[in-house]
């Protein structure tokens, strides 16, 4: 089992920026792939990022390419997302995954996570 709960979530005028945290607990958090998704009122849950073990890979959806920065801390069981240039767009519930060793498939895919954290709001206004 492992638990995963986040952090840093708010309320911010778009532009601005805020940072995500995502603590983990009860399992070997270095060992596995790491994700961010978000899901927005009456839409599905869509990939964010992923991040491999090491860190040495890593995908954005093309939505945040080039605004967000995923990244970990496996020293601190730790998972980041630096948001910035925030638009009204990015408002939703932000929820971190661990999956397994590495993705069997695809990184954006839903079930290549087994853990979910219970989401931290965010809303960005205009």
């Known amino acids: 089992q492992v638990q995963l709960v986040e952090s840093g979530g708010g309320v911010v005028q778009a532009g601005g920026s805020l940072r995500l945290s995502c603590a983990a607990s009860?399992?070997?958090?270095?060992?596995?792939?790491l994700g961010w998704f978000r899901q927005a009122p009456g839409e599905e849950r869509e990939f964010v990022a992923a991040i491999s073990s090491s860190g040495a890979t890593i995908y954005y959806a093309d939505s945040v390419k080039g605004r967000f920065t995923i990244s970990r801390d496996n020293a601190k069981n730790t998972l980041y997302l630096q948001m910035n240039s925030l638009k009204a767009e990015d408002t939703a519930v932000y929820y971190c995954?661990?999956?397994?060793?590495?993705?069997?498939?695809?990184?954006?895919?839903?079930?290549?996570?087994?853990?979910w954290g219970q989401g931290t709001q965010v809303t960005v206004s205009s």
């Open positions: 009860g399992r070997t958090f270095r060992s596995f792939v």
């Open positions: 995954a661990v999956g397994g060793p590495f993705w069997r498939k695809k990184a954006p895919m839903l079930d290549e996570y087994d853990y």
